[in-house]
């Protein structure tokens, strides 16, 4: 069992920036991989990010690439999403999500998800 807990969302202007934490306990975090899944009001939720067990590989949308970075540190059990110059269709709440060894875009291959944080992007 994984346990998450998302942290870091807000209200930002237009073209600002936002850290969104992922904090993880319960068994070792480092054999997941991590995404992060924005789901917007009435929406599916999306891939934006992904990161694998190790950090040494990532994987970003169209929509999102050059502008979010994610990372992790596993001695922390934490996993992050940079988020730069942020558009108001970004606005969403954030799910992280772990999925076993190999990273995926699709949410319907994550085992364990947190409770969101919301990200409004105003215009």
């Known amino acids: 069992q994984v346990q998450l807990v998302e942290s870091g969302g807000g209200l930002v202007q237009a073209g600002g920036s936002l850290r969104l934490s992922c904090a993880a306990s319960g068994r070792t975090f480092s054999s997941y991989s991590m995404g992060w899944f924005p789901q917007a009001p009435g929406k599916e939720r999306e891939f934006v990010a992904t990161?694998?067990?190790?950090?040494?590989?990532?994987y970003y949308a169209d929509s999102v690439k050059y502008r979010f970075t994610v990372s992790r540190d596993n001695a922390k059990n934490t996993v992050y999403l940079q988020m730069n110059s942020l558009k108001p269709e970004d606005t969403a709440v954030y799910y992280c999500?772990?999925?076993?060894?190999?990273?995926?875009?699709?949410?319907?291959?994550?085992?364990?998800w947190g409770q969101g944080t919301q990200v409004t992007v105003s215009s």
């Open positions: 990161i694998s067990w190790s950090g040494d590989s990532t």
């Open positions: 999500g772990a999925r076993y060894y190999r990273s995926s875009v699709l949410p319907s291959e994550y085992t364990y």
